[in-house]
């Protein structure tokens, strides 16, 4: 009889432990399994079952209901707003509306939903399910940024609450704030609130100042008659080399202007333009200005909705521009036919050296226009395709293009729909590649094998110094492999390993190793669950250990005597920085 229910309880607990490990909800599960010794699986279906049970029979089980729903609403909705994801932007409006149009109909209605005894535990399942639905690949990204947002949220929080104290409840003096910044080569009023009136006066200040390099307008509120300043700023200014843009509403009019500024200006560098409202349409100017322009080296236009016209004014201004090394085009609503374009256009362009195309609709058949465009390129070194819907066909005409490529050097794929199938494709292209130092594989958890078929490159492979590969499903097993390749691995400085589900067997294989390998400097094993033992055994190998600078071993079930005796010896390490907790 145990071995029955073992038997479906344990492919049960394994579902619904994937279902949030790699997530913010996984890290409360995993302290409360800390404290309690309980498996944060069992943890979570205990708690889901008596949530269940109360939407069914619970007093005040409609509140509940409307309640979860709003709140995991408000949290995705959130995300995408400081993530600047517009992606889901339809997704999140549906929702609300059903949301909304539920409850008139509930408040109609309330008599018969209380008869329907599962009404509101139907209801709360499917606004989860929904929102997941259009979300996935939105959300994985999110998560993932979030873990890293929360680990460094105070300094940025303090930061902000400084820009806060003197932003729209007070009138901004520019004057006298541009004054105050005397010769500094930077003048930042981001988050000041200034007016497009304002504007005309920094304009007028900068035009003939011969020492500021940097400006800084972002989230500002600025709109296009700002732009038409900025605009003939740029036709006067011989100094400034950055501008930043990002988060106002200059739209395409404001574009308008700043191309008109961008075709006379042959000192800008780098400029901003992130969520603007600029579309296709102000695209079209910017990329006419590009034809023109002598000067600019970096163009930023993330989450403006370009689309794949957008990207086809973009592609073939590229073919003329000689000049610009850094295109961020990230979050655009672009798909396979604005890939083609771009892929057309690297074919002649030979100075693009980064491309950053996350968070868009790729796919397997854009995967293959910029593998075709890859093995022809001879400059592009930087390449971001994470959250772009890529799977294992895609990894496979990237994989191909990796065999012959020479130039290429980062390839971030994280938060795709790779399987074994497309990381095998990828390790085999590894053996042979011998230029790229840094490749992103995280949060594609459809590779159950990642480990092992990355082990497999990592033997061969002498060019390789960052392997991501957090948010995955790595286990005790894969860390095996992975740290059996690492005997013979002498390149590999930087392994990231969090949320991999590594336990105490998996964190001896890597100690194992470690007391040995001399060419790994930081690795990354946050989030996983190594236990008292895992940690002590690390501890001691890092007593041989004199590579490893850099050790993050932050949320991993670590009892408060465990740490403490762990903390002791890799003290021992003066070279050794430790991240616990």
């Not at 036919?337 to 854009?366: S, V």
Request: proline share 1%; charged share 20%.
């Amino acid at each position: 009889m145990a071995d029955k229910v073992k038997k479906y309880f344990d492919p049960l607990k394994s579902k619904v432990k994937s279902s949030y490990s790699n997530s913010p909800l996984g890290l409360g599960f995993d302290l409360i399994e800390a404290k309690t010794s309980v498996d944060s699986a069992i943890i979570a279906i205990a708690l889901c079952s008596i949530l269940a049970i109360y939407l069914v029979f619970g007093w005040c089980n409609d509140f509940l209901c409307n309640f979860i729903g709003l709140i995991y609403g408000a949290y995705v909705s959130s995300m995408s707003i400081l993530l600047s994801d517009t992606s889901n932007q339809k997704q999140l409006l549906m929702y609300w509306i059903i949301y909304s149009t539920l409850g008139c109909i509930e408040y109609i209605l309330h008599r018969l939903c209380d008869f329907l005894v599962l009404y509101w535990l139907g209801k709360c399942v499917f606004l989860i399910r929904f929102l997941q639905s259009g979300s996935s690949s939105s959300e994985k990204s999110s998560e993932r940024e979030l873990a890293d947002f929360l680990t460094n949220l105070e300094p940025e929080r303090q930061e902000q609450q400084e820009s806060n104290n003197d932003s729209s409840d007070n009138p901004v003096d520019l004057e006298e704030i541009i004054a105050k910044n005397g010769n500094s080569p930077t003048l930042n009023l981001a988050l000041k609130g200034i007016t497009d009136q304002n504007i005309m006066i920094v304009a007028n200040t900068l035009r003939n100042n011969t020492t500021l390099t940097t400006l800084d307008l972002s989230a500002t509120g600025i709109e296009d008659e700002a732009a038409q300043h900025l605009g003939n700023l740029l036709r006067k200014n011989a100094t400034l080399t950055t501008l930043q843009l990002f988060n106002n509403t200059i739209g395409v009019e404001g574009a308008k202007h700043l191309a008109n500024g961008l075709r006379a200006n042959t000192t800008l560098a780098s400029i901003d333009l992130g969520l603007n409202k600029i579309g296709e349409k102000g695209t079209e100017h910017l990329a006419d200005a590009l034809r023109h322009n002598i000067g600019l080296r970096e163009l930023y236009i993330q989450a403006n909705e370009i689309g794949d016209n957008g990207v086809q004014h973009l592609a073939d201004a590229l073919q003329h521009n000689i000049r610009l090394i850094t295109l961020g085009i990230f979050n655009n609503q672009i798909e396979e036919n604005g890939i083609q374009y771009l892929a057309d256009a690297l074919r002649y362009n030979n100075t693009l050296t980064t491309i950053d195309l996350r968070d868009n609709k790729i796919g397997n058949q854009g995967a293959r226009h910029l593998a075709n465009a890859l093995k022809n390129n001879k400059t592009l070194a930087n390449l971001r395709l994470d959250s772009a819907e890529i799977g294992d066909e895609g990894a496979e005409y990237l994989a191909d293009a990796l065999q012959n490529n020479i130039t290429l050097i980062t390839l971030n794929l994280a938060v795709n729909k790779l399987g074994d199938k497309g990381i095998r494709y990828l390790s085999a292209a590894l053996q042979k590649n011998t230029t790229l130092t840094l490749l992103d594989l995280g949060s594609n958890e459809r590779a159950v094998n990642i480990g092992q078929h990355l082990a497999d490159a990592l033997r061969y492979n002498t060019t390789l110094t960052t392997l991501e590969l957090g948010w995955n499903k790595i286990g005790d097993t894969g860390t095996e492999y992975l740290a059996d390749a690492l005997y013979e691995n002498t390149t590999l400085s930087k392994l990231d390993l969090q949320y991999g589900s590594i336990e105490e067997k998996g964190a001896r294989y890597l100690a194992d190793v470690l007391r040995k390998n001399t060419g790994l400097r930081e690795l990354n094993l946050q989030g996983n669950r190594i236990g008292d033992e895992g940690v002590q055994t690390l501890a001691d190998a890092m007593k041989n250990n004199r590579t490893l600078t850099k050790l993050i071993l932050r949320w991993n079930n670590i009892g408060e005597e465990a740490q403490q005796r762990a903390i002791a010896t890799f003290k021992k390490n003066i070279g050794l920085e430790v991240e616990i907790d």
